[in-house]
């Protein structure tokens, strides 16, 4: 069994405030040691690899990803292409994830219905690149919601399936289960994307169709999520146990109390950078700031920054990346979002990469046992280098230059081939 023994390096272990030097021997497919500061390991039978002072930290999860959205303008245009240009496209965009260190990505929403379960299943294949990859069903949507843009005289294929009413719902969770998603997703909120026709505190669905959809996906043992920026969309997946909760923008004191108590079974993905990009870096694309406000995605950031203050002081796991994909926030930049949970929410650094690594690998293996997302024996091999210390500038985690090496199951997607800059090494030093 193949061994690689990283030494000179220092650990940021996933869940810790500070870097600690040490080494980590990896054995096939996991960690099989880590020495403490002080300590070596065997190096018999092992590639040596000396990091030369490097910060080694678990791959990052995204946990809201979306790798077959096309970095378009409208949610409608997310699905336009033909779906022979579509397969190579989400190819190219796991590719990306990967190469930017997302070594596990759950898909959130499909822009096609097959797109994430071929990709999935190319990558567990081994004959594309990209991280580990739960396959996520397109949003399941009612018509007037989100992601239903067709009119009476005119359809308008969008990334959604729409549905109305219990039975339609549990055919529809029945039939993409059949097709191999891991992961359904539902749109119990509008948003500012669906400007005039809902806005993100409304929410479409009834009752009986979110325990449709929850019912019948728990029944099989599949995942679930949900966009809920709504206060009662939010307390609808707290009821119906869904496992991902998107957004939450308008959750009210209460809510968040309710939450409070259950918060071992929810993960919430704020997904702000679509909130905070969309209201200032988006004029390019005729969104100005004055427009973000009128449709209504300025309050969406404002109220969202409010409730992730109030729902990380309660302990409640917030998670960073997701919506990535339109024009302004496009593949390849998920790691910005390190940099808004400090700014935006007031996250320590080491809270942000935490979310990231040891929050976001617990909330990929569910309650499957699996061990991810921290530099610990046992854990699976999914391994960052990083040019320097990532708590001193999550920067460095936006630039690929930065990333000096990425493992991925015991196994070198990008082999170490030296430090970068000297002076990037004195700095962190």
Known sequence: MAKTLFTNTMIFEGTAKELLPGEVLVQGNRIYAVAAPGESLPREGAQV??????????????????P????????????????????LLSMHNAKLALDMGFTSIIGAASAKPRLDIVIRNEINKGRIPGPRMLAGSPELTVTGGLADDNQLEAKHPSVSIICDGPEEFRKTVRMLIREGVDLIKFNNSGDSFC???????????????????????????????AHAHADSSVRQCIKHNVEFIFHASFATDETIEM??????????????A????TTYEAKDWGITTDVAEMIGNKRELEEGIKVMIKMHEAGIKVVPFGDYGFAWLPHGTEARDLEHFVNLFGFAPWEALRAATAYGGEAWAGKSGEKMGRI???????????????????????????????????QFHKRFEGRVSADRQMAAD
């Open 49 to 66: 690899i000396d990091a030369g002072g490097a910060t080694l930290m678990p791959g990052m999860v995204n946990t809201h990803a979306h």
């Open 68 to 87: 077959t959205y096309n970095n378009g303008t409208t949610v409608a245009e997310l699905t336009a292409l033909p779906v022979e240009e579509h397969v």
């Open 195 to 225: 400007y005039p026709r809902m806005a993100a505190y409304d929410n479409p669905m009834t009752d009986e169709e979110v325990a449709a959809i929850c019912d019948t996906a728990n029944n099989i043992g599949k995942r679930i999520a």
């Open 259 to 272: 939450l409070e108590r259950v918060k071992h079974k929810h993960y919430i993905s704020p997904a702000i």
């Open 274 to 277: 679509a909130r905070y990009n």
């Open 376 to 410: 610990a024996a046992g854990y699976l091999a999914d391994i960052l280098l990083v040019d320097g210390n990532p708590l001193l500038d999550l920067s460095l985690m936006q630039d690929r230059h930065s990333l000096l090496a990425i493992m991925k199951d015991g």
